[in-house]
């Protein structure tokens, strides 16, 4: 490819530093390969009122040049806090009920993106092509089309399209989408998602369809299709050779010698469907006493959002189950579930799920969930361990060799972990073979390059 790709995301993150995000994890291993520009909010919010204002810096990084913005206060509150992870975030994850419509932060959600519009036009060249990430930046093409900007635009969506319905609920559910056809490629995580979009525009916008994936509507053609996101399985599994991740699995294995570890690997946000996982497993020790003073729940539930009140809600509900597990059926020397509030290094994780024999990925609504790739990829192949895995996650589109459940029927999922438990060594082979196969199959490179591929080939909107 011969233009330089700028890629703008909210957060601007160093994937081999501890914060988590699949999003900053596949995003560095995509643009530290192919050099440009990454633009995004820088991590800071400097006082001040609701500003549409914000400094930019910009910092050489190797191959890439990291252009970021600091966030005035209200800004920040309002776009973020506000509108992205009150209102977009939840009704996405069909969380309806716990979103807050507020005016005042969809005005500050379309204030932070006409800023970043202004700041990002000052540093284009006429041939870059442009990823944009996720659901903080919706509106961007819109706003950098109204700036006279030509480029090709690309936007990826790394969370669920709720059905038509559901996103009819946000007030300003139209200007969200007529703001998508500025974009020349939508990408979405899976099938299911491209169903929704294209239900949506076809109901509430009269959109016509063009052949396969092409829609227009409001004047405008858009391509809309599913590239579902994968990890990088060579680096991940150089990983599960570092000095931490096997000094992880040796203590880990050490210390639980006659257990059956089950692992849970996630952000602590309530679409991981972590108080249902934890009811599933209190269940499988009251229905399969077998398991009593055997099977134990490790699970990492990563600090994230903290200040905004559900995911306060969530954590206490967690305290609250896990110590009520570990209090009814805990011994002198075993504690059913070990859950650990904090963010781990990276390098520990292969380490960690290797360590286990069952891991337990459980969302009740998930734009793919990267957690159940490295899982697989971390497997000892002679003897792997065995993926749980919600229908409602986007990775169970490819990952059908999985333990499938519905993280919502808790006597169900016990179920499925039992006989993951006790699942004879050839259909463990049998099955993560499959799973590997798909795991590389769908890698985070095939993920870039198609998406890129289709950008650079989608027929331009008029205009
Ligand atoms: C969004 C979508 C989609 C987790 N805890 C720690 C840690 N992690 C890493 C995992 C994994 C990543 O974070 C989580 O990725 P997920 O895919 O599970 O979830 P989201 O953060 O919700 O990401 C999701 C993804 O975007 C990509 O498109 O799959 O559906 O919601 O890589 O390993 N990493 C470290 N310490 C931890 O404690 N170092």
Redesign the pocket.
Known sequence: MTSRLVVVSNRIGDPRK?????????LGDALSESGGLWFGWSGKVVAGGARGEGDLHLQPSGKVTLATLDLGSDDHAAYYAGYSNRVLWPVFHYRLDLAQFDDGYFEGYQRVNRLFARKLSTLLKPDDIIWVH?YHLIPLAAELRALGCRQRIGF?L???MPPPLVMAAIPAHDMLMRSLFAYDLIGL?SEADVAHFARYVEMEAGAERLGRDQYRAFGQQVCARAFP?G?DVDEFQALAQTPESIETRETLRSQYPLRQLLIG???L?Y??GLPQRLRAFHRLLADYPENRNSATLIQ?A?P?REGVESYEDIRRELEGLSGQINGEYGELDWMPVRY?H????????PGLYRAGRVAL?T?LR???????K?FVAAQDAADPGVLVLSRF???AEQMRAALLVNPYDIGATAGAVQRALRMPLSERVERHQALLAGVREHDVHRWRREFLQALQAAERAPG
């Open positions: 501890a914060a988590a995000g699949g999003l900053a994890v596949a996720d990826f790394h969370i669920p995580q996101i990890i690997v996630d952000r946000d679409s991981k990492v990563t994230t650990i904090r963010t781990l290094a990276r390098r520990r994780l990925v969302p998930d734009g793919m969930n990267l957690v159940a490295e996650a986007g990775a």
